[in-house]
């Protein structure tokens, strides 16, 4: 959803270590669902490997004398045992059956283990859950298993020798009953997230020169305020059974404005021939870092917003009591700003303002756990879902980890969400996760290995059991967020594989082979940009600046999103820009990265009053709101006749300042245009930059020999918050280094124990 990561890699750690810390009283998904998958590695011992040891420490060893059937069984010395290596994943209410043939009297025993890896206990507080055998002969021992504790996440199992040295031969264990959901038997209502921002080339930088994969639509590089655009994806998403989108949506709270950025539902599916034949919905992303803009009355603008735009069009989804689902991203952020009591009040309110339109059906994005649940509820919110899984399953610390640690990680806290039963619970399924197009080209973010359509499938089916059968619904996570690497979207490489996989999980009965539709040359040429600029692309002598001269049609957006027009008026090329005296100004689209303590010039050519200056953005891509370099003398007066150059110098002298834009502000109070042509942003050679040692020096502006200012980028009072912050994530990380120590003495120590 967003175009630059959300957090560096430090901050991702830290987030890793809270969610594995929320969800240690949450069991971990059985690696296997079915009675007919035997969990126990080599059940037969016809391998020797390093699978099982003898309790004491040694390797065990096998006999070719005593066997039940093959050609050797493993022995247990008296007064020893064997264990499991390799740990068997459980999951919560469940119950396993276990068998083997034994030659004498054994005990069985399972060790129980937390999702942090540290032991709990022997079954039943010690007690065997099979205590068997005869001696001199080989007898089949069985028994039940039953993993009641919700602490618990894996075990090992433990065969003990009671009496003399006994055998054990042909072992297995298998799930055998638990918890089952009865969803709907009617067919799912499926529905899928769609993706804004493809609306300029440069959004699609990043993913067509993303290395590590080939990404691009079996459609091209697409324009998303195009009709057509709209009409194939509808024709490819109802082919394989998607029946309504739900749009990412933004709104700036604090000028009350609909966001440019939703071209998608504004645009291109409202003049689409064959929008009927998807209903929509909108999922309002409350993501923006300042919400002081947030009030009761803001919120009820929207929500009038929201009704006379989309309400009122005859395909929104609703309920079946005819209510209008409404999804919010981070309802937690309305409960933090407003409290609990003050959320419901602005939910309901918000309730009333559309209740000519059947009122809102309130879903949050938020993993089902019991107090979230709870607490969503009690503010007014009537269902839960996801979007996409982005660090499930990867361990502490680490940034990968392969697609099937998804669904084992997933799958429980759904299934504890679902029996708990405290909200209707929509479940997500998700073809794959890769962030690394938004992040720098895989400088940060977090990525799987290994999806294939077999293995989404497999997530279709096993979470297919958690729909709500009033709601009947599920979502995919996404169609088109390419960066993310969530996408489901036909592409060249891998076609409609995902959508027919899920396909013929959901819907077996309506699938029909047929071939990826892709569209004539003509109709591509329509629909998509003719040119995909570079990542980050620099000139030969060294501009950062895409597009600078304005030679090409992308790398710009006016103020506001207003057309941008040119002139044959230049300072070099064959064309400069128009900024007219009705917008405001003009701003680079792509940001531009700036290293700390360097020193870059900053210049743009003029015709008309204008200013320039630059906008400051953190690592995360997004504004320090209120926080520019500014160069030159503002609102100064100039020859309307006359091209100048605005010439300054900034050094970024601010950790929390990664990125800029460049920026032409119209000052002009006259009624003639302001030309603009020959944007640069350079960095100075260290001997040049070690003579810039001024702080803030502005200069005025000549037209014959500009004069460079310099801007001090600086840490300032606004900055000391996050000093806070990374005292606290320090503090943190030492107490997670402190708990896991002591857990790891802990179990070291009880390993000791049990030798002795």
Same mark, same amino acid.
């Given at each position: ?12 750690? #830290? ?32 391998? &020797? ?26 022995? #247990?010395?008296?007064?020893?045992? #064997? ?23 054994? $005990? ?64 297995? *264990? ?21 993706? /804004? ?6 959004? !699609? ?36 059974? #998607? ?72 395909? %929104? ?8 689902? *409404? ?39 938020? %993993? ?35 697609? $099937? @640690? ?26 794959? !996760? ?30 297919? @059991? ?15 967020? *390419? ?45 998509? *940009? ?5 990542? /980050? ?117 601010? @950790? ?9 502000? /119209? ?15 350079? &960095? ?67 390993? &000791?124990?049990?030798?002795?």
């Amino acid at each position: 959803m967003n175009r630059f990561p959300k957090v560096s890699n430090i901050l991702m750690s #830290i987030i890793l270590v809270f969610q594995m810390v929320l969800y240690t009283m949450i069991p971990a998904f059985a690696a296997g669902d079915s009675e007919s998958v035997n969990l126990f590695p080599n059940p037969d011992f016809e391998k &020797k490997n390093d699978e099982w040891q003898l309790l004491t420490g040694e390797e065990p060893s096998y006999s070719s004398e005593k066997f039940h059937e093959g050609a050797q069984s493993i022995v #247990i010395p008296v007064g020893n045992g #064997i264990k499991l290596i390799k740990r068997i994943d459980v999951q919560t209410d469940s119950s396993y059956k276990m068998t083997a043939w034994v030659y004498g009297k054994v $005990d069985v025993i399972a060790m129980m283990y937390s999702r942090e890896d540290a032991p709990i206990g022997y079954y039943l507080s010690g007690t065997p859950f099979i205590s068997g055998g005869e001696e001199g002969k080989w007898t089949q021992i069985s028994g039940t298993f039953t993993a009641d504790d919700m602490q618990v996440d894996n075990i090992s199992i433990e065969f003990r020798a009671s009496g003399s040295d006994c055998y054990v031969d042909d072992i297995s *264990f298998l799930l055998s009953a638990g918890y089952n959901p009865a969803p709907s038997s009617d067919p799912v209502k499926l529905g899928c997230y769609y993706f /804004n921002s493809w609306t300029a080339p440069e959004d !699609w930088s990043r993913i067509k020169y993303f290395e590590e994969e080939k990404i691009e639509p079996v459609i091209g590089y697409y324009r998303l305020g195009s009709t057509e655009v709209m009409e194939w994806h509808i024709k490819q998403a109802t082919q394989h059974g #998607i029946s309504f989108w739900v749009f990412d949506w933004y709104y700036d709270v604090a000028s009350r404005t609909v966001s440019e950025q939703n071209t998608a539902v504004d645009h291109s599916f409202e003049s689409a021939s064959n929008r009927d034949d998807m209903e929509f919905a909108i999922m309002w992303c409350n993501e923006e870092k300042d919400i002081s803009s947030w009030s009761e009355e803001s919120l009820v603008d929207m929500t009038r917003i929201i009704c006379e735009k989309y309400l009122s069009k005859g395909n %929104y989804l609703k309920t079946s009591d005819g209510q209008n689902i *409404f999804v919010m991203t981070r309802p937690d952020r309305l409960i933090s700003h407003f409290g609990k009591e003050g959320a419901k009040s602005i939910l309901k309110k918000m309730d009333e303002a559309a209740a000519e339109y059947g009122g809102f059906y309130y879903i949050g994005i938020k %993993y089902p756990t019991v107090a979230d649940a709870t607490e969503l509820k009690d503010v007014g919110f009537e269902a839960l879902t996801l979007y996409s899984y982005s660090i499930e399953g990867i361990p502490t610390g680490a940034m990968e980890a392969s697609y $099937d @640690k998804i669904l084992p990680y997933v799958e429980p806290i759904i299934r504890a969400g679902d029996k708990a039963d405290i909200l209707p619970i929509i479940p997500c399924v998700s073809p794959n !996760w890769d962030s690394r197009p938004w992040a720098d080209l895989g400088d940060r973010g977090t990525w799987r290995t290994g999806s294939t359509p077999e293995l989404f499938a497999e997530m279709c089916t096993t979470l297919r @059991k958690y729909v709500d059968p009033e709601l009947n619904m599920m979502m995919i996570g996404t169609w088109n967020e *390419f960066g993310e690497g969530s996408h489901i979207e036909p592409t060249t490489e891998k076609g409609c594989k995902y959508l027919d996989a899920m396909q013929k999980a959901l819907f077996p009965d309506t699938y029909v082979e047929h071939e990826v539709m892709i569209p004539t040359e003509e109709e591509k040429s329509r629909m998509d *940009f003719e040119e995909i600029p570079a990542v /980050n692309p620099e000139t030969e002598d060294g501009n950062f600046v895409v597009n600078p001269s304005f030679e090409r049609d992308y790398g710009w957006v006016t103020f506001g999103g207003g057309e941008i027009q040119y002139s044959d008026d230049c300072i070099d090329g064959e064309r400069s820009l128009i900024l007219s005296v009705t917008q405001k100004g003009i701003k680079s689209r792509s940001l531009i990265a700036i290293e700390p303590n360097t020193t870059y010039t900053v210049s743009v050519w003029v015709k008309g009053n204008a200013d320039m200056q630059c906008a400051l953005f953190d690592g995360d891509g997004v504004w320090i709101k209120g926080q520019y370099a500014k160069f030159g003398n503002s609102g100064q007066s100039r020859n309307d006749d006359e091209w100048v150059q605005l010439k300054g110098t900034l050094t970024n002298k601010n @950790k929390n300042v990664a990125f800029i834009d460049i920026e032409v502000v /119209n000052v002009n109070t006259g009624d003639i245009d302001i030309l603009v042509d020959m944007a640069e942003i350079r &960095k100075l050679e260290d001997k040049e930059s070690e003579e810039s040692t001024a702080d803030t020096a502005e200069s005025d502006v000549d037209t014959k020999e500009p004069v460079s200012s310099e801007s001090g980028l600086t840490d300032s009072d606004e900055n000391k918050p996050n000093k806070i912050v990374w005292i606290i994530v320090a503090s943190v990380i030492i107490i997670s280094v402190i708990v896991a120590v002591t857990v790891y003495k802990a179990s070291d120590k009880r390993k &000791k124990a049990d030798k002795k």
